[in-house]
């Protein structure tokens, strides 16, 4: 592929500025240097190359494992995977930060043995097996991976960089291996693909990463439908050209977010158990709303207050008639320890209310009204912050002093929590010079550099067949 035709592919993908070209040069120049390094490591021949975005979610923290909903969208910031196919079924895996991420080789089968937690290779693992548990692939490949700053998906930062390597890596397997699926159906595969490293996640990030498209948030419905229940409700809203988004890393990380992730997933599952004991047709938080519930909007708090506990362990639980059997399942699934205490309340009550304030805010989107879906932005902050205890104290201050700029319409916390980024929102053209005195603050109240990019809507997954031969 020539400069000229590289560049012509690169602007269908990336949302970047048509008066400043030296962003789409400066990913050009990725490219190629990601092409020449791969040649380094594995010679001659062919070349494809893939490429899959992390994501920024506007709205909805922690509802897609509920079945609830979301409203995120595709980031420039991406992974790249250029590969080759292999006769055999090695999966030979280059990174091209090798000092950050060794070496990794594999082969194909059904139940491929993990690495440690937390190694990149898991994440390429994944989809390679369930690839062969459910289309039988049996060609592997010789592949790099670029995703070093400033393109790459920042780790730990609730911008799913995992979910991209998950995405990047099922792809170029089922292409190489001359396979297909419809984009639904393999979002759906890739999210599931992903459990192989032990969290019990939800959708959002895999179809965010599959389905984004340049310029638009995605507003998902995470209650799958059909036979199998694959199919979601998905719209589009394009983003209104008066605001930008802007992603500020924290630079917080939390070791054991895995942990406080699953706990809240038992937590949730916790509240639709202790419900069902009157609503048997509950299946998800997402059915409980004012309208099926036989309640007033306004008395949920009360509602709440006497059908769930505000703390419980789980000989309280025991108690509440909930089976043995279905507490130690839940304890094994989410890996639970036998002291732990449980806020269920509090956490159903920030999903039930999240849930609302994403159906609120996509319409605020449609309108085009910035100042609405900031308030809800800056709620939902709240909830996740008390309600949820998903946020962190240095999370707190840069939400807290973005919210104080008047440039500033809404922010919260993105991602799973426990650190990571803030997402808010701005009137476009408003100076982001503002930036520099909230990064001084912050670092003297908190000790942490602060980093920050815009956040532009750039497409989802991509694959180029025959990208380069060199
Ligand atoms: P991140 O921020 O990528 O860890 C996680 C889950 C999402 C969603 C959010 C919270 C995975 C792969 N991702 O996202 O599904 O539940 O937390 O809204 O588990």
Redesign the pocket.
């Given at each position: 592929m020539n400069p000229s035709h590289l560049t012509a592919v690169l602007q269908q993908v990336y949302d970047s500025d048509p008066a400043d070209p030296s962003l789409l040069q400066a990913q050009l120049s990725r490219y190629q240097e990601a092409l020449r390094a791969f040649r380094l490591a594995f010679g001659p021949g062919p070349v494809h190359v893939y490429r899959a975005p992390g994501?920024v979610?506007l709205i909805?923290?922690?509802?897609?494992?509920n079945h609830g909903f979301?409203l995120p969208m595709a980031l420039e910031k991406d992974i790249l995977l250029l590969a080759r196919p292999r006769a055999d079924g090695r999966v030979t895996l280059r990174n091209i930060e090798p000092a950050r991420f060794p070496d990794r080789s594999f082969t194909l089968s059904p139940s491929i043995p993990p690495g440690p937690v937390g190694d990149w290779a898991n994440y390429v693992k994944g989809p390679a097996q369930a690839l062969v548990r459910l289309l039988g692939i049996t060609h592997g490949m010789d592949a790099l991976v670029v995703g070093k700053a400033p393109f790459g998906v920042p780790i730990g930062a609730?911008?799913?960089?995992?979910?991209a390597l998950?995405v990047v890596s099922a792809m170029a397997l089922l292409d190489l291996n001359n396979g297909s699926m419809p984009p639904m159906e393999f979002a759906h595969f890739c999210?599931q693909a992903?459990w192989y490293v032990g969290?019990?996640?939800?959708?959002?990030?895999?179809f965010t990463s599959v389905l984004g498209r340049r310029g638009h948030a995605l507003f998902l419905d995470c209650r799958p439908a059909g036979v199998p229940p694959t199919q979601y409700r998905t719209e589009w809203v394009p983003l209104p050209p008066q605001y930008s988004i802007l992603v500020c890393d924290s630079g917080k990380r939390r070791a054991n977010?895995l942990s406080d992730?699953n706990v809240r997933v038992a937590e949730c599952k916790l509240g639709v158990a202790l419900l069902q004991r009157r609503w048997p047709a509950i299946t998800h938080l997402r059915d409980v709303t004012a309208e099926q519930m036989g309640f007033a909007p306004a008395e949920l708090d009360a509602f709440l207050a006497e059908h769930l506990p505000e703390e419980a362990d789980f000989a309280a639980l025991r108690q509440l008639d909930l089976s043995p059997a279905f507490l130690d399942g839940l304890a094994a699934d989410h890996r639970l320890t036998p002291t732990q205490t449980f806020r269920v309340r509090a956490r159903c009550r920030h999903v039930i209310r999240e849930n609302q304030r994403v159906i609120e805010s996509a319409d605020a989107l449609r309108a085009s009204d910035g100042r609405r879906f900031g308030r809800y932005m800056l709620e939902s902050h709240q909830s996740l912050r008390d309600d949820y205890e998903?946020s962190c104290a240095e999370v707190d201050v840069l939400v807290d002093l973005l919210a104080g700029r008047p440039e500033v319409l809404g922010a919260r916390l993105?991602?799973?929590?426990w650190g990571?980024c803030v997402v808010a929102l701005l009137d476009a053209g408003a100076e982001t010079g503002f930036m520099a005195e909230v990064a001084e603050t912050y670092k003297a109240r908190t000790g942490l550099a602060l980093e920050w990019f815009a956040g532009r809507a750039a497409a989802g997954v991509n694959g180029w067949k025959h990208f380069a031969e060199l």
């Open positions: 994501r979610n909805g923290e922690h509802t897609d494992y979301v609730g911008l799913s960089s995992s979910s998950t999210a992903e969290t019990r996640g939800g959708v959002m990030d895999h977010t992730y998903a993105t991602g799973a929590g990571g």
